[in-house]
């Protein structure tokens, strides 16, 4: 129900746009964020933004991405630039959603991972 788009190559100093849209019903969408995860080691957060447009960065790509939401898409983008082999990683998005008004809570969905390689 998320798809993530926008994984590939990259050489060092390069860069990429991921976005993350959800389908279906959706009411309301209140956290957004992008982890990443390299084999063995755990998922980390990445970046999150919430439905004021407020955001946070984990310290090492603080500067260097960007993330983003169109809430009338439902999507989520993550704009990485002076990306270093260190990002090299699994990329996933995930999202905190209502899908209707009835709802009490929201749920969270992860999304299938994009595999982003830096490499020259």
């Known amino acids: 129900q998320l798809q993530a788009f926008g994984g590939g190559l990259a050489q060092p100093g390069g860069s990429l746009r991921l976005s993350c849209a959800v389908s279906g019903n959706i009411f309301r969408i209140s956290l957004m964020h992008w982890y990443r995860q390299v084999a063995g080691n755990q998922r980390e957060l990445v970046a999150g933004?919430?439905?004021?447009?407020?955001?946070l960065y984990a310290g090492s790509v603080k500067g260097r991405f960007t993330i983003s939401r169109d809430s009338e898409k439902n999507t989520v983008y993550l704009q990485m630039n002076s990306l270093t082999p260190e990002d090299t990683a699994v990329y996933y998005c995930?999202?905190?959603?209502?899908?209707?008004?009835?709802?009490?809570?929201?749920?969270?969905?992860w999304g299938k991972g994009t595999q982003v390689t830096v490499s020259s």
């Open positions: 995930s999202m905190n959603l209502k899908r209707t008004p009835q709802d009490n809570y929201y749920t969270h969905y």
């Open positions: 933004i919430d439905i004021t447009g407020r955001t």
